[in-house]
């Protein structure tokens, strides 16, 4: 059964990936480029979101003042992580497609990378003793690039910039 629920989680997240695919698509490929580009960088601001976030929901809860507001940062963090899954099974599917040499639609590329990212890290992540690290580490830069990103609005700072076109114009004579 417990592989029965990472087909159906997997299945889940896919969908509503592909579903962010097609509301979100810029956002998703600026927050995927960044963690594709800075894995790193992605996977410490994600440990420095889990190290802080607990801690500043406790202090907003303290002050009772902006409960509201830990709420909202509650349920903000569940949607970073399912984010950053997509962007990165978007990343997954936009590499499968061009190992097979074929090109898909961006929803279908999302859903099939997101899919198969999901079943991956929950499987491997069944596996006895070891398995919670590769999960926890996809986890990190998976949250972390979103941070990073601010949900895909901003460029990764540090990150290179986008890459523009030079259109060579032929001489004329």
Do not use: H
């Amino acid at each position: 059964w417990n592989i029965a629920g990472k087909f159906g989680q997997a299945f889940l997240v896919a969908i509503v990936g592909m579903l962010l695919t097609l509301f979100l698509q810029p956002q998703l490929d600026r927050a995927g480029a960044s963690m594709i580009q800075q894995p790193v960088i992605a996977g410490s601001y994600g440990l420095l979101a889990f190290i802080v976030l607990p801690v500043a929901i406790v202090i907003m809860i303290l002050t009772l003042i902006l409960i509201p507001v830990a709420l909202l940062v509650g349920l903000a963090a569940p949607l970073a992580w399912l984010f950053g899954m997509v962007a990165l099974g978007q990343e997954v599917g936009d590499r499968f497609t061009k190992a097979i040499n074929q090109t898909w639609a961006p929803v279908l590329s999302t859903g099939f990378g997101t899919f198969l990212l999901m079943l991956v890290v929950g499987l491997v992540g069944m596996i006895p003793c070891v398995g919670w690290l590769p999960s926890f580490l996809v986890t990190l830069v998976a949250i972390g690039g979103v941070v990073m990103t601010w949900f895909g609005t901003r460029n990764a700072p540090g990150g290179m910039p986008p890459q523009q076109q030079v259109v060579e114009v032929p001489p004329t004579s």
